[in-house]
Nanobody, 114 residues
Framework: QVQLVESGGGLVQPGGSLRLSCATS????????LGWYRQPPGKQRELVAA???????SYEDSVKGRFTISRDNAKNTLYLQMNSLKPEDTAVYYC????????WGQGTQVTVSS
């Protein structure tokens, strides 16, 4: 059974940076596109960044230029580098396939606050 384990979240001041990691089991890297999602408090879960066909990347408009999705196939790990964080980036962040096909992990909380 494929598992998704997110880590790297925390409390950071506006303008700060965090790098999220998503460790997976199985060989999903070779089969699926992968993405990062987030669920702000009281809101729906939304796609933040994803790998798409041809190795291209796609970003939600509000994070373009600030967030970078990357992957290490040898480690079966997906990353999200988040720079210039804003309070509106506060959310629980999840990884999953794109589109989301697997059971959601526990996510990792990112709080941007002074």
């Amino acid at each position: 059974q494929v598992q998704l384990v997110e880590s790297g979240g925390g409390l950071v001041q506006p303008g700060g940076s965090l790098r999220l990691s998503c460790a997976t089991s199985g060989n999903i890297f070779a089969i699926y596109h992968l993405g990062w999602y987030r669920q702000p408090p009281g809101k729906q879960r939304e796609l933040v960044a994803a790998f798409t066909s041809g190795g291209r990347t796609s970003y939600e408009d509000s994070v373009k230029g600030r967030f970078t999705i990357s992957r290490d196939n040898a480690k079966n790990t997906l990353y999200l580098q988040m720079n210039s964080l804003k309070p509106e980036d506060t959310a629980v962040y999840y990884c999953n396939t794109y589109p989301s096909l697997l059971s959601w992990g526990q996510g990792t909380q990112v709080t941007v606050s002074s």
